[in-house]
């Protein structure tokens, strides 16, 4: 939960630590693929997971920016 403020902010905060997790596992998924590549399995599901980080990421991009934009995520 954020720092102080409104539930709207602790929204916010929210999305960004969401988001940011998602783009920081995106970075880690490549050093995965290394270690599977001797599983075709594993390296599968390593992309998949790594592709649904990415498409997280994303939608909160998107939530954010709406949001935002809506003076949702304005603090009190």
């Known amino acids: 939960m954020g720092q102080g403020?409104?539930?709207a902010s602790n929204l916010?905060?929210?999305?960004?630590?969401?988001q940011y997790h998602a783009l920081k596992g995106a970075q880690v998924y490549e050093k995965?693929?290394?270690?599977?590549?001797?599983?075709d399995e594993a390296r599968s599901f390593i992309e998949q997971v790594k592709n649904e980080d990415a498409k997280r990421a994303q939608q909160a991009h998107e939530l954010l920016a709406k949001?935002?934009?809506?003076?949702?995520g304005a603090a009190a």
């Open 5 to 7: 403020g409104s539930p």
């Open 12 to 18: 916010i905060y929210d999305l960004v630590a969401i």
């Open 32 to 39: 995965y693929l290394q270690d599977a590549q001797s599983s």
């Open 67 to 72: 949001l935002t934009k809506d003076g949702i």
